[in-house]
């Protein structure tokens, strides 16, 4: 099984600042990650699939990057609707995918 | 606008069996794979399930096999998951979600149902 990890586990941030969000994978999963976020009482929302595309509908604030084992979301400039959960998830290994733990983007 | 609704959770001893419905809309059902995932009270998702757009492949996750069976009615634009022999550790709020590649699956997930509660417990 391919175990994701993700950090930090709470970034706690203000709106306008700039997020950077981890995940790293314990093997090579190419650039097969995506992310999601995740508000509370909410399905969650794709964000980003292989690495770096955004998903249909997703602002241009968003952006991932990475291959490999080191991946990164990077939200440009927090707005108030971000604030939520973010997970990426491997299908390198399909049908096993894996999600990661979670971030908990919240507000200072 | 694509619509994904499920339906059929509850509270079910352990031991018991569910059946979990989704109901999809607002796109050709008949040709995308869907999934099964899972979100265990404040904690984070796991897959469950994944058919093929025809019903042809089937996989699951380890934690499931040989106790969940996912299906489908293409005819009623239904995605099922059978549930039996449930445990505790089964208890989650239980999503339905579209696979984002048409015929060939990607395994990433598009759109998303609102989610259905099975708490087991006796």
């Known amino acids: 099984e391919i175990v994701l990890t993700q950090s930090p586990a709470t970034l706690s941030l203000s709106p306008g600042e700039r997020a950077t969000l981890s995940c790293r994978a314990s093997?090579?999963?190419?650039?097969?990650l995506a992310w999601y976020q995740q508000k509370p009482g909410q399905a969650p929302r794709l964000l980003i699939y292989?690495?770096?595309n955004r998903a249909t509908g997703i602002p241009a604030r968003f952006s991932g990057s990475g291959s490999g084992t080191d991946f990164t979301l990077t939200i440009s400039s927090l707005e108030p609707e971000d604030f939520a959960v973010y997970y990426c998830?491997?299908?390198?290994?399909?049908?096993?995918?894996?999600f990661g733990p979670g971030t908990k983007v919240d507000i200072k | 606008q694509v619509q994904l609704v499920e339906s059929g959770g509850g509270v079910v001893q352990p031991g018991g069996s569910l059946r979990l419905s989704c109901a999809a809309s607002?796109?050709?059902?008949?040709?995308?794979?869907m999934h099964w995932v899972r979100q265990a009270p404040g904690k984070g998702l796991e897959w469950v399930a994944f058919?093929?757009?025809?019903?042809?492949?089937?996989y699951y996750a380890d934690s499931v096999k040989g106790r969940f069976t996912i299906s489908r009615d293409n005819s009623k634009n239904t995605l099922y998951l059978q549930m039996n022999s449930l445990r505790a550790e089964d208890t989650a709020v239980y999503y339905c979600?579209?696979?984002?590649?048409?015929?060939?699956?990607?395994?990433?997930?598009?759109?998303w149902g609102q989610g259905t509660l099975v708490t087991v417990s006796s």
């Open positions: 058919i093929r757009y025809d019903g042809s492949n089937k």
């Open positions: 607002g796109f050709t059902f008949s040709s995308y794979g």
């Open positions: 292989d690495a770096s």
């Open positions: 093997q090579s999963v190419s650039s097969y």
């Open positions: 998830q491997q299908r390198s290994n399909w049908p096993q995918v894996t």
């Open positions: 979600a579209k696979d984002g590649g048409i015929a060939v699956a990607v395994y990433y997930f598009d759109y």
